[in-house]
């Protein structure tokens, strides 16, 4: 897949193309990337900017990513590229979601990997009135009391605001 020049391009070149991208689908929404997911020998791998939007925590641990979300945690490792360097630019999308109980289908004819994320929480419906539940404790609270109207007695004081002068016309 690579090839060596004399003129000092390395060996990382790539002298084919990358394959075409993955659309990756979770619960119906299309997820949009900067780096798409691609096909490498027959199975999906996705930049870890992908990862971190399907995940709550991930951290790495020398040649190993360890994701967590809703309490679940996956580690899954990653294969070595050139030289016994680790390649931290990608990781298998599938069994790290599957391990974190996704359900994932790809369909080969539209490239779309569609991924289907357990509810977080179970759907139940209302529970019934029932009168023999205790009922809530009372409060007390004592009832607002109106502010007596003022009693005038005596005879009116004078005004203390200075009034303004009328200027004759």
């Known amino acids: 897949m690579n090839r060596r020049i004399g003129r000092g391009i390395s060996c990382a070149v790539l002298v084919f193309p990358p394959a075409p991208p993955v659309t990756v689908v979770v619960d119906g929404r299309k997820l949009a990337v900067y780096e798409p997911a691609r096909i490498v020998d027959g199975r999906i791998y996705a930049p870890l900017?992908?990862?971190?939007?399907?995940?709550?925590?991930?951290?790495?641990?020398?040649?190993?990513?360890?994701?967590?979300?809703?309490?679940?945690?996956?580690?899954?490792?990653?294969?070595?590229?050139?030289?016994?360097?680790?390649?931290v630019s990608s990781v298998a999308l599938a069994p790290l979601l599957r391990a974190l109980g996704d359900g994932v289908r790809y369909s080969g004819r539209t490239r779309r990997l569609e991924v289907r994320t357990p509810s977080t929480l179970p759907v139940v419906s209302a529970s019934p009135f029932t009168g023999v539940l205790p009922s809530a404790r009372r409060v007390f609270t004592p009832e607002p009391v109106a502010t007596p109207r003022p009693v005038w007695s005596g005879s009116p004081l004078p005004r203390r605001t200075p009034l303004p002068q009328s200027s004759p016309h």
């Open 49 to 87: 900017s992908l990862v971190r939007m399907l995940v709550d925590r991930m951290w790495l641990d020398g040649a190993a990513l360890h994701v967590e979300r809703n309490g679940r945690s996956a580690r899954i490792a990653f294969t070595l590229r050139f030289a016994g360097s680790v390649d």
